[in-house]
Nanobody
Framework: QLQASGGGSVQVGDSLRLSCTASSSTGQMAWFRQAPGKEREFVSTIRWSGGNTYYADSVKGRFTISGDNAKNTVYLQMNNLKPEDTALYYC????????????????????WGQGTLVTVSS
């Protein structure tokens, strides 16, 4: 079970920090988001081993993912937020470490949190 928190309503240029904790260990954790009327899309993920991070082009340079494997927790620091970042943000957990070519794909993640809403207004 994944529990995400930290969403809210902010202005353009503001920051938010999302958190997600899994009730048990996972192979990898990631963030996805779904805007109204759109498909759920990959945002970011972090490798527990080595700490490599991966981002969607749309958030690169503005969002930073970090995590604590021992605590089964992942964070998403979101800076310089834009209206197009408005979405329901989902935390996802994989049973095992996805291969590189699949770590951005929804099918690589078995467990999903309930989502936390981020609204950015201008």
């Amino acid at each position: 079970q994944l529990q995400a928190s930290g969403g809210g309503s902010v202005q353009v240029g503001d920051s938010l920090r999302l958190s997600c904790t899994a009730s048990s260990s996972t192979g990898q954790m990631a963030w996805f988001r779904q805007a109204p009327g759109k498909e759920r899309e990959f945002v970011s993920t972090i490798r527990w081993s080595g700490g490599n991070t991966y981002y969607a082009d749309s958030v690169k340079g503005r969002f930073t993912i970090s995590g604590d494997n021992a605590k089964n927790t992942v964070y998403l620091q979101m800076n310089n937020l834009k209206p197009e970042d408005t979405a329901l943000y989902y935390c996802a957990g994989a049973i095992s470490r996805p291969i590189l070519s699949a770590l951005r794909e929804r099918r690589s993640y078995r467990y999903w949190g309930q989502g936390t809403l981020v609204t950015v207004s201008s």
